[in-house]
């Protein structure tokens, strides 16, 4: 990850930070808290005007893209070779202007650390994310903290209806860069702060569900142990309903060890 910090010239002052991710070519800008909707730059002023000092990924993109020379430009090509490079990439032209626009007076320098109030919001970004039945969502965050989410309850976000009455859709559900977000087919996206507010929480930790998967699944190695039986018979078991794989998998699947016990008894 790369990270930016935004300067106002004009106004001397921070107006946040730039996050370049480069495995997925995303962006993201934490903006400071004190800006209001005239210091703001004016493509965010809508957000900041809310209380909301996360840009999401696709804006964040644009605002970038707003401050570069498009990849349209009909002489692309030569200004590839001008500045030595093989393709087009937005990072680069970016740098090579210090994020530089004649519409305002911000510019981007380079720094090594994230500053503090963006390591204390990204602690409501996601660890992990597990769709659950009907329209339920299972959400970890990096404060540690677990909240159950109803999507019914996010309905007055776009698209989030298409998601609830596509099933397909929903089970695309997968966290998007450094918990951010998930995002659903990587085009329906659901900022982790929403989430974090809109959830119940929870009162257990994550290492407490990875604690219960780790004592309470079984592989069928271990469940041939426990019943002290072969391959064969435990395929027999499933086949009959007597068992339910947790998970399946053509090497091996997963069993709750409850389930696997009864069959002692």
Known sequence: ????????????????????????????????????????PLLVTNYVKRGTFTIPRDISFLWVKERI??????????????????????????????????????????????????????????????????????????DDTVRKIDLRTLSYLPDVDAVIKNNALFSSCKIGTDGYFITFNDSIDIPSYILYEAGTFIPLRPQDFFLFAKNNLADTTECCEMLECTRQNLSYMVKRGQLTPAKKNVKGNLFSKGDVMKNIW
């Open 1 to 40: 990850m790369r990270i930016y910090e935004i300067f106002d010239k004009e106004n001397d002052i921070s107006i946040g930070v730039l996050l370049y991710y480069e495995k997925e070519r995303t962006f993201i800008i934490e903006l400071q808290e004190y800006l209001d909707e005239w210091s703001a």
């Open 69 to 142: 020379i498009p990849n349209s430009r009909q002489n692309i090509s030569d200004i590839l070779n001008t500045h030595g490079l093989r393709e087009y990439d937005e990072i680069k032209f970016l740098e090579l202007s210090h994020g530089r626009c004649s519409q305002d007076s911000l510019y981007i320098k380079k720094i090594d650390e994230l500053p503090e109030y963006v390591l204390e919001r990204q602690r409501k970004n996601l660890t992990n994310c597990t769709i659950l039945g009907g329209t339920f969502l299972l959400c970890f965050f990096e």
